[in-house]
């Protein structure tokens, strides 16, 4: 069977889509509207107004019952999606970002894949975002040995958001409520490395659009963006820290470290706090080994 058969899945699961939104009123129609012209047509589209105060509630009011919206205060991304896990009635979950779109095929071709390969996990390729090891992937659908996968994925998010399509029992709990930045990544970690069972694919073919304003990019330059990236590895060290192997930690370390210095960067660039400024620096001179082992590996451009 091929991706493309699609009628060869006679047995059609639903697929709960969450999509998440802070004041995003201007794009959030393009996803919704390519969420709801999927042609794989089991779903519910469930949409979490983070506490917008444009113009989304009218928006998403005027969909009628086309999709479940919820609306409450902003307490963030991962926290939002929680609360749509919590009410998703899917065996699959297919997360969209509010700004990004599907092409029209992308859940149908997808979940007859994961259904076929009885997959855990599909990344999908889109337009904009490259794989940084996508190398190891021998054809354009992919199904990775668990050792290889659990490998690569603490040093690449394979996808961003809209481009991740799950099983509903390989996500535990879902996302930690505390991340602010790296949720979707960290979470991919957590559910890989705590199921060693867990069946991983990557879908090299562009079937969603990653749509990046201006508003989106300036953010990554912010001193608070940073800020949060750094915040997010310590909580994802702490967590997993009794799963995760000794070389397995020093690369999250490595990873911290990197982060660490793109905030440096930053706050010279921005001319912010001092202080914060030599605490980081500090934090970098506290790591010599690690600090040598990242510079080497980037210059190899290989993994060590």
């Not at 602010?180 to 879908?203: G, T």
């Not at 620096?281 to 060590?304: A, C, E, Q, Y």
Request: charged share 25%; glycine share 4%; aromatic share 8%.
């Amino acid at each position: 069977m091929y991706i493309s058969d699609i009628n060869s899945v006679s047995k059609k699961p639903l697929v709960s889509v969450i999509i998440t939104t802070l004041n995003r009123a201007n794009v959030l129609k393009n996803a919704i509207d390519s969420a709801l012209n999927q042609t794989y047509p089991h779903k519910e589209i469930i949409v979490i107004d983070d506490g917008s105060e444009d113009g989304t509630k009218l928006l998403l009011k005027s969909y009628l019952d086309k999709i479940k919206p919820i609306f409450k205060p902003n307490t963030g991304k991962s926290h939002s999606r929680n609360i749509g896990l919590g009410i998703a009635k899917g065996t699959i979950v297919a997360t969209l970002d509010s700004d990004d779109v599907w092409y029209k095929d992308y859940l149908e071709k997808i979940v007859n894949y994961l259904l076929f390969k009885n997959l855990d996990i599909v990344f999908v390729r889109c337009a904009i975002h490259g794989f940084k090891f996508q190398k190891y992937t021998q054809s354009k659908y992919h199904v990775f040995e668990y050792e290889k996968i659990r490998k690569l994925i603490l040093y690449n998010c394979p996808a961003p958001t809209s481009g991740v399509v799950m099983k509903r029992t390989i996500l535990g709990i879902g996302w930690n409520n505390e991340s602010m930045e790296y949720e979707d990544w960290h979470l991919q970690i957590a559910c890989i490395v705590k199921n060693k069972d867990c069946r991983v694919a990557y879908v090299n073919e562009i079937l969603w659009e990653k749509r990046e304003d201006d508003e989106v990019k300036n953010k990554l330059k912010t001193t608070i963006q940073n800020q949060r990236r750094t915040k997010d590895t310590v909580i994802l060290l702490n967590h997993l820290k009794a799963v995760l192997t000794k070389k397995e930690y020093k690369v999250i370390e490595q990873n911290l470290l990197k982060d660490t210095l793109k905030l440096l960067y930053v706050l010279i660039k921005n001319g912010d706090d001092k202080k914060q400024f030599l605490q980081n620096f500090n934090t970098i001179l506290s790591k010599p080994i690690l600090l040598i082992n990242m510079i080497f590996s980037v210059l190899k451009n290989r993994i060590t």
